[in-house]
């Protein structure tokens, strides 16, 4: 499953970086996150719970940023396991663009499922990761234009 987006952020690009780079503000954005970490300067473990149509899930996996042409772009790759649940891992490409006193944060992604959480079905599996993407988008969005503000 792929998918491309874009989110405009009301505060410049150098905070819109920054947040990016904050486990606090990612932690606090990424839905059903239960933890996130850095392990090393571009490595990052987290543990996020979430909800695939009724069935809920818990994932502990790891993800790496590569590709970093700061404060303009990098590359997020993550894998996690869920215990009986599967696997999934995905990337994202981000991309930050001025448009004045405002951000565009441009992103490409994808994603792969196996195990049992790929018996759910691909449709629900596509139309959960998109619906997860969105929100966190959008927080992200309220949480760094807030940050901005002050």
Not at 28 to 55: D, H, Y
């Amino acid at each position: 499953m792929d998918f491309v987006g874009q989110e405009r952020i009301t505060a410049p690009r150098d905070v819109v970086w920054a947040g990016l780079n904050d486990p606090d503000i990612l932690k606090e954005c990424i839905p059903g996150c239960q933890s996130l970490e850095f392990t090393g300067p571009n490595e990052l473990v987290a543990t996020i719970r979430v909800k695939i149509g009724m069935v809920p899930l818990t994932f502990t996996g790891e993800i790496r940023v590569s590709n970093i042409d700061a404060p303009l772009s990098y590359t997020l790759t993550a894998e996690g396991k869920g215990s009986i649940a599967g696997f999934a891992r995905g990337s994202a490409d981000v991309t930050l663009e001025d448009d004045g006193g405002e951000t565009i944060l441009h992103f490409r992604a994808g994603a792969d499922v196996g195990g049992k959480i790929a018996q759910l079905g691909a449709r629900l599996i596509d139309s959960s990761s998109q619906k997860l993407a969105q929100r966190f988008f959008s927080d992200f969005n309220a949480a760094v234009s807030a940050k901005a503000a002050e």
